[in-house]
């Protein structure tokens, strides 16, 4: 939950930064659609679906996708968080070139993922909920520890996940670590694609 103290003390050193750092050495250096995550979201030779990220947190994923070429609808309800990640693509446009197609194909919505997904009707909908926490000293885990000093847990990620899932045109994916258990009332997934750490739950829509 927004803690006004927790905010006072993380958010001045969260910055979402799409210029320097692990995103941008990904995006010179990354694997393209073979990687997991496009993979996933069904991103392949000749088919680039238009997504929705319900959770965008640092953007990390959208800013992923949308440089494989897809449109992507990105939903956050933290103030906090919509005000960094709104910051940061606003520096990422103002370097030009590559990275302001990138950020060009981002749509950013502020509010709850429960609320606007039913108007949004994405072809692929994208649900990353803060994972049960874990110890983990690398620099990535220590942003996505600041998140949750910002947002707290996402305990209705299963309400998330079965309302996607009714709206949704083609596949709903759930980002949940690999070895943690399926989320607890959401249905059997299609298909897992499964990585070292993370796994991506693929829910086909027939
Ligand atoms: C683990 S982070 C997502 C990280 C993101 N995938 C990335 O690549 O940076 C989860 C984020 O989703 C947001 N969130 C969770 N449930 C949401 C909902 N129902 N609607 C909008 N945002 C939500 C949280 O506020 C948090 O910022």
Same mark, same amino acid.
């Given at each position: 939950?927004?803690n006004?103290?927790?905010?006072?003390?993380?958010?001045?050193?969260?910055?979402?930064?799409?210029?320097?750092?692990?995103?941008?050495?990904?995006?010179?250096?990354?694997?393209?659609?073979?990687q997991?995550?496009?993979?996933?979201?069904?991103?392949r030779?000749?088919?680039?679906?238009?997504?929705?990220?319900?959770?965008?947190?640092?953007?990390?994923? =959208?800013? &992923?996708?949308?440089?494989?070429?897809? !449109? #992507?609808?990105? /939903?956050?309800? %933290?103030?906090?968080?919509? $005000?960094? +990640?709104?910051?940061?693509?606003?520096?990422?446009?103002?370097?030009?070139?590559?990275?302001r197609?990138?950020?060009?194909?981002?749509t950013?919505?502020?509010?709850?993922?429960?609320?606007?997904?039913?108007?949004?009707?994405?072809?692929?909908?994208?649900?990353?909920?803060?994972?049960?926490?874990?110890?983990? =000293?690398? &620099?990535?885990?220590?942003?996505?520890? !600041? #998140?949750?000093? /910002?947002v707290? %847990?996402d305990?209705?990620? $299963?309400? +998330?996940?079965?309302?996607?899932?009714?709206?949704a045109?083609?596949?709903?994916v759930?980002?949940?670590?690999?070895?943690?258990?399926?989320l607890?009332?959401?249905?059997?997934?299609?298909?897992?694609?499964?990585?070292?750490?993370?796994?991506?739950?693929?829910?086909?829509?027939?």
């Open positions: 939950m927004e006004k103290q927790n905010l006072n003390q993380v958010a001045g050193e969260l910055r979402i930064d799409f210029v320097t750092g692990s995103v941008a050495h990904r995006l010179r250096f990354g694997g393209g659609r073979g997991d995550l496009p993979k996933a979201m069904g991103l030779a000749g088919k680039t679906p238009m997504i929705v990220d319900a959770t965008a947190g640092l953007g990390r994923d =959208s800013f &992923l996708l949308a440089s494989l070429g897809a !449109q #992507v609808t990105l /939903i956050e309800r %933290s103030e906090k968080m919509h $005000a960094l +990640l709104e910051q940061g693509m606003k520096r990422a446009a103002r370097e030009g070139g590559q990275l197609e990138i950020i060009g194909r981002m950013l919505l502020k509010g709850d993922a429960l609320d606007l997904i039913p108007e949004l009707a994405g072809e692929a909908i994208l649900i990353d909920p803060m994972h049960p926490e874990r110890k983990n =000293s690398a &620099l990535v885990k220590q942003e996505l520890r !600041q #998140v949750r000093e /910002i707290g %847990s305990d209705d990620a $299963a309400d +998330l996940v079965r309302l996607a899932i009714k709206h045109r083609k596949r709903v759930l980002k949940w670590p690999s070895k943690a258990a399926p607890e009332g959401v249905q059997k997934c299609s298909h897992q694609i499964i990585g070292k750490t993370t796994r991506y739950d693929v829910f086909m829509i027939s």
